[in-house]
């Protein structure tokens, strides 16, 4: 039975001691944000604060715990559905992670839209692939190599040019993060 089934979330919910509930509904999901999405770091860092912030507001008792068991499980919905958007988008879980860092910008998503970001994706997990060497990230040449790949991917499809920099950043930090399991 997964963390983030229904029927075990209505289990859950109807447990009669609900601070065990919490610490154990807390613990799962903070152990499927670490799993599933290890390898795209816009991704695990969005759930981690919204389980960090309603764990938060249980502590400071601004909340109740029935009301976050239900925030609780409102977020391992939301955790379930993001599972299933690299399908829905027709991308790979490396072309998600990437995805996910240029649209963590809203005006880049409003002039692009979905159509052209879907192709960087695509051709920022061949270039990075492609250009990564075993320690790209601790050499700074290396680095700046990347970054410059990057910049002018980003700037071929016409990426908001006051947003580029914010985004050569997130997507070097995503590069990262995958690179050390395709190093693997």
Avoid at 142 to 159: C, D, F, P, S, T
């Amino acid at each position: 039975m997964s963390v983030l089934d229904d029927k075990f979330l209505a289990e859950v919910r109807d447990m009669p001691r609900r601070n065990l509930a919490v610490e154990m509904l807390e613990k799962l999901l903070r152990d499927e944000v670490t799993v599933r999405f290890r390898r795209n770091l816009v991704e695990s860092r969005r759930f981690s604060e919204m389980l960090q912030h309603a764990v938060i507001q249980y502590q400071n008792r601004a909340i109740t715990s029935a009301q976050v068991i239900e925030e609780l499980i409102k977020l391992a919905k939301e955790i379930r559905e993001a599972k299933d958007r690299g399908e829905q988008l027709g991308l790979t879980e490396d072309e998600v992670a990437f995805y996910d860092a240029l649209e963590t910008n809203d005006s880049a998503v409003a002039v692009l839209g979905d159509d052209t970001l879907k192709p960087i994706a695509q051709e920022l997990v061949v270039t990075v692939r492609g250009n990564a060497t075993i320690d790209w990230n601790l050499r700074e040449s290396a680095r700046a190599k990347m970054r410059v790949m990057v910049k002018r991917l980003l700037r071929k499809y016409g990426y908001p040019p006051d947003k580029q920099e914010h985004a050569t950043q997130l997507v070097l930090a995503q590069a990262e993060v995958v690179c050390e399991e395709w190093a693997a």
